[in-house]
């Protein structure tokens, strides 16, 4: 059963600006965490895999119902790759407290993430979903 959808879409160039200003390292080490950094510095175009982080974050603020409200913080939200190299979130702090408020008793949430970045936008889709939980 699917419990939340978001989708967002973030232009490189506004990422890029941001990042690029005065304050910017300041915003990339509000919003984003160590482990995103470090990937997206690794780059040959660290702005690309900014925006892509950015609107996964966004999608998942809009799937969890709550935007970036309600003790949910940037940085609770974090995008990382399984062993296969898909992506996921990995939720800490008020998101993972969002997280499981809105999934039912006896089931488990899964979090499903595409995203793309292709000049000029970024694009993630997330959707959260619950499974009933196997028996112990």
């Not at 915003?27 to 690309?48: G, H, Q």
Request: charged share 25%; aromatic share 6%; hydrophobic share 45%.
């Amino acid at each position: 059963m699917i419990v939340g959808t978001g989708v967002d879409l973030c232009e490189v160039d506004r990422i890029k600006k941001a990042i690029t200003s005065s304050h910017g390292r300041r915003l990339v080490e509000r919003v984003f965490t160590a482990r995103e950094i470090a990937y997206a510095e690794r780059k040959a175009n660290p702005f690309e895999r900014y925006a892509a982080r950015f609107a996964a974050k966004e999608a998942c603020a809009k799937a969890l119902g709550t935007g970036l409200k309600h003790g949910v913080f940037w940085r609770d939200m974090g995008v990382v790759n399984l062993p296969t190299g898909q992506p996921t979130m990995k939720l800490t702090g008020g998101a993972a407290r969002r997280l499981e408020a809105i999934t039912p008793k006896g089931t488990e949430a899964q979090i499903a993430l595409t995203i793309t970045d292709e000049y000029p936008v970024a694009q993630a889709v997330v959707i959260i979903s619950v499974v009933t939980k196997a028996s112990q």
